[in-house]
Structure formats: C-alpha cells, structure tokens
C-alpha cells in the first residue's frame, strides 16, 4: 500500500508532483478486506434467515470482494441496454444533463472551497457518468467518497483524483446511514462548504416487511445523521426510484447480473456460515415481488423443495415456496418525503423528475 495509507483511517490521495500517487485499486490486494467482519455476517444470515431482519441483506452482496466486478457489469449493462429505458441510473444520468446549469450555478454558491462528499459511491461506470458530470458542473475543491464497500469508496477517489487533477481526493469506508460523515475531516481543511450527494435510490435499500407500512423510523435516522454530518447552508442531493409501475419494475429488475448476486450470497452463506450440506443455494428459487401497498420491491429465495437445517443452534425447517428476503427496495410516494424531509432538517429547494416522473433528484437545504 501507498504511503500514507492505512485501513480504517481517511486516506487523502495525494496529488502528483507533491505526493506517491497511489496504486491502481484492483491490483491492490490489501483491497480484498471486506468491511464486515465474519460475526457480523453471521449473526445478520441467521436473523435474516430465522425471519427476525428482512430485506437488508444488500450490504454483504456489495462488499463482498468478488461482487465488485459484478456490479461494474451490471452498471455498464443497464447503461448500454437502449432497449429498456428505464434504469435508475441512465435517467440520472440524463437529469444530471438535463439541468446541469442548477448544479453549476449550487456550486458557484458554494464558492471554491466546496466539499463534494458522496454517499454510496458504486463502481466505476457510476462514477464515470453520474459522478464525473457532477464533479464537473459544482467545481468543488475536495472530494470524499464514502463507501462500506472499501473498493467502491478507494476506486472512486482514485477516479476523481486521476480525472480532475485540482480536486483533493479522499475516502472512507463506514456505514454513512449510522456514522456521522464529517467526524474524519473536521480539520481545518475539510472544515467548508460542502454538497452532499446520494444516488441510485441507495435510501430505498432499508430494512422492512411487505404489508408493514414505509420505513419511516430508518429513514429518519438516515436522514438525521447526514443533516447532523452538515452545517446549515450546505446541500444534499438524493437520486430516488419512485416509481410504481410494476411492469417497468419486473423488466429493470429482470437483469441476469441481479439474481447472480444474489447467489453469490446464498455460496457465502452455504461456505462460511452453514457448512451443511442441507442448505444447498441450487435448491432456492430466486423471486422478485412488487408490493405496492408498501411501495416495496423485494429480491427473495424460496425453497424448491422442503428443506432443514441448523443456524445459530436453532432449527430452521422451510416448507416448499417458503424462505427469506434478502434486499429491500422502497419506492417512496412524494408525500411520504414531503414530510420526512423537513421533519429531519431540510428544505426541499427543487426536485428535478425524469420524463416519466419516475425518478426524481432532491435537492435538500440543512436548515
Ligand atoms: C445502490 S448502490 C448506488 C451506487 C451508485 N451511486 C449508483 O448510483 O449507481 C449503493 C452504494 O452505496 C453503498 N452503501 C449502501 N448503504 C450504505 C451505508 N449505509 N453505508 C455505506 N455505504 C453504503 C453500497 O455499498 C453501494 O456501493
């Protein structure tokens, strides 16, 4: 690893001519450490599979080491697939292009000393056309990715300090929906204006049951934490699929690369969890289901067949059809953020939809 760098501190990536630029992120093996330890996994598989926790599963797929290039493909898919219009990111892509003068003109607000920190960076084609264009328009001085996928979070910064040489880049890798996010830089030279940004509906991705109502309380508390991470003044942009359309729903969620994470979960659970061999990922069926009383999409597996084992010393017996949801993904009606949004600190002060208004981007005031 590059001077300097170490897990589990901010690393700044220095500039050239001043500093060792840093390796490039995948072939830096130290890069392979996932960021939840083997209890965490262990103990979230088991409530999720013993029906205590649903649908937040999310995180182990995205931080799974492997699951990186994965979902590389499965942006540069969605983003190269012009038969089927509706992704998350090709429309905020095309908001991002569509309005670009507001963005321009939020940072020339903010000055030349502004922090663009971004929230759940992803992998490199995200952040090659959402945050490049974003870097591009608001001008800030310093970038921080945070990220608990550690690979997404470093690639990110190294992309940004490598495309735009006058930006300080920096990253973390915590969980920014519990952490507070300025609590790393809140030395002089990170202490500025700062535009806080969320995209690909990562909000949606919350704990919650069909048939429970709308996540309010998890919301919130993600909402409370980054308006406690910002001073009054600074903004926040949040991407969100709202979208309630079930057909546009089931095709966008139809992508093979969808149901492969999920496997790649079930071969973690079955490897490093279970070791039992009446727990086999073969004999669960992966199924998708819009719930739109609850504004929910969930990803599931169900046993093809009946199905018995142990986790955390209790015996887990799945009937045929029966089994767990392992990632949430709410599509949150307008008035449900028109009033969560100023219960936790900010000021709606636009929101820009795609065509269909499916997809929206927020622009929020800490107030
Ligand atoms: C849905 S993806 C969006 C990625 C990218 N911004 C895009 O628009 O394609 C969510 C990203 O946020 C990260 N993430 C989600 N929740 C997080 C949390 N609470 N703390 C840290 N990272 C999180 C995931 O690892 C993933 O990279």
């Known amino acids: 690893m590059a001077d300097g760098m170490s897990f589990g501190n901010p690393v700044l990536i220095k500039k050239p001519g001043f500093f060792q630029r840093t390796p490039a992120p995948l072939t830096n093996t130290l890069l392979q450490t996932p960021f939840f330890s083997d209890d965490d996994f262990r103990r979230d598989m088991a409530n999720m599979i013993l029906g205590k926790h649903c649908g937040d599963g999310l995180k182990y797929i995205l ?31 095309e908001i991002i292009r569509s309005n670009v003068d507001f963005f321009r003109e939020l940072g ?20 090659e056309n959402l945050t490049f264009p974003l870097v591009e328009a608001l001008k800030p001085s310093h970038y921080v990715g945070i990220d608990y996928s550690i690979q997404s979070a470093f690639s990110a910064a190294t992309m940004v300090d490598h495309k735009f040489t006058a930006v300080q880049s920096m990253w973390f890798h915590h969980d920014f929906n519990q952490v507070p996010f300025n609590r790393d830089h809140k030395g002089k030279e990170w202490n500025r204006p700062m535009v806080v940004v969320q995209l690909g509906s990562t909000l949606g991705n919350v ?52 149901e492969r994470f999920g496997r790649g979960l079930l071969r973690q659970i079955h490897n490093d969890v279970l070791h039992q061999r009446a727990f086999t990922p073969d004999d669960f069926e992966y199924v998708r289901a819009w719930h739109p009383e609850s504004h929910l999409y969930t990803h599931s597996f169900v046993a093809k067949k009946p199905m018995l084992f142990s986790m955390e010393g209790q015996l887990v017996h799945f009937e045929k059809g029966q089994g767990f949801t392992y990632c949430n993904s709410y599509k949150y009606p307008q008035e449900f953020l028109d009033e969560v949004f100023p219960a936790s600190g900010f000021k709606p002060i636009a929101r820009f939809p795609d065509p269909k208004g499916q997809v929206h981007l927020h622009v929020l005031e800490a107030a």
């Not at 979902?71 to 429309?91: M, P, Q, W």
């Not at 502004?114 to 490199?124: A, K, M, P, Q, R």
Request: with cysteine; charged share 25%; net charge negative.
């Open 63 to 93: 931080t799974d080491p492997t699951s990186f290039d994965l979902y590389a493909d499965f942006n540069k898919a969605s983003l190269a697939d012009e038969g089927e219009d509706y992704y998350v990111s090709t429309r905020q892509i």
């Open 108 to 127: 020339r607000k903010h000055g030349n000393q502004l922090v663009l920190t971004e929230l759940g960076t992803g992998t490199g084609p995200a952040i």
């Open 207 to 258: 704990a919650g049951r069909p048939g429970e109502g709308l996540p309010r309380a998890h919301v919130m508390a993600a909402l409370k934490n980054y308006r406690g991470s910002m001073q009054k003044g600074d903004h926040l942009i949040l991407g969100l699929d709202q979208n309630q359309d079930a057909e546009s729903l089931h095709k966008c969620y139809g992508m093979e690369s969808i």
